[in-house]
């Protein structure tokens, strides 16, 4: 990690016509669809923003875990508690990979957790909201993880090539995830009056978070279009919602599932579905901290981080313990 971002120190521009030089080279192996990789010279506003990027999506699979993980001792069967089990555990994984791909920019995963953990880096706002049936389960694998794929499937072709390559099994699980989801929805969908209505109350909560999830308007985005011209990210906000909708609509009224919104109709000039308004002041409030769960998942984590200091401290005096031993044979 550090060792990588050191050796590219000496790659450093020194003068302004050295710079310009590096940043005409970059671009252009970012045009020819050429993957930039750790000891590559990369503007400085290139690499803030894949750690923005790279850490939040870290951030989010492991906050992830929370609202699913509260119901592994709770779920109906011991089919669903294995499946669920293996789920988490996959998300804890994602979590793993992604802090692995930031550390090569040069940030450690210490700085990574900490930002968390004081509030000052950020997640996905849909994780503040709460879980109170077992459909919720289901909705989170059919919408949230449904969104995160069309989100996600993109990012296998960043021009950064540790996040790409990562993202490349995380989608291929993210995919398991999504099918696990939906067959939930359909048992309970095909189930008695009221397991319809759990999977109806459920698809009502989670609809408009899972719109939000692909970020604010095209028009209001702060990052897009500057992560588009670098091609971290190869697809807009809005476009991606699209996608999203036109996808999903059609699986809910399989299920014979009302999607919550009154606007949404079939538009066949366009081939696309119109939907309603989103409510992006709630997004912006969840964002702040505001949401349903917010102080409640990052005093979790706090929790978590604290009583794990046990094993990270163990971990590292086995290294170091490791390590002497190797010195003593090498002498």
Known sequence: MYTQALDALGSLPTSATDEQALVSRFEARVAAEQKIEPKDWMPARYR??????????????????????????????????????????????????????????????????????????????????????????????WLVDGAAIMNQIPLCRCSYGPYARAMVRICREESFHQRQGYEIMLTLARGTPEQRRMAQGALDRWWWPSLMMFGPPDAQSTHSGESQRWKIKRVSNDELRQRFVDFTVPQAEFLGLKVP???????????????????????????????????????????????????????????????????????
């Not at 993980?69 to 994984?93: F, H, M, S, Y």
């Not at 979590?95 to 900490?114: F, N, V």
């Open 48 to 141: 803030a923003t894949l750690i923005r990027q790279i850490s939040q999506h870290a951030h989010s699979e492991i906050v992830g875990m929370l609202p699913e993980g509260n119901w592994i001792t709770r779920a109906p069967t011991l089919k669903r508690k294995c499946i669920l089990i293996a789920k988490v555990q996959d998300e804890g994984g994602h979590g793993a990979y992604l802090y692995s791909a930031a550390e090569t920019l040069g940030i450690s995963r210490e700085q990574l957790i900490e930002q968390l953990l004081c509030g000052k880096a950020k997640y996905s706002s849909i994780f503040n909201y709460p879980t109170p049936t077992w459909a919720d389960v289901g909705a989170i694998g």
């Open 261 to 331: 919104d009154p606007a949404l109709k079939w538009n066949a000039a366009s081939g696309h579905y119109e939907f309603g308004a989103i409510d992006w002041q709630e997004f912006e409030q969840v964002l702040k901290g505001h949401g349903p769960l917010n102080a409640e998942r990052i005093a979790a984590r706090r929790a978590a981080h604290a009583e794990g200091a046990w094993v990270r401290e163990a971990a590292l005096a086995h290294a170091e313990k490791q390590r002497a031993r190797a010195a003593g044979r090498a002498a």
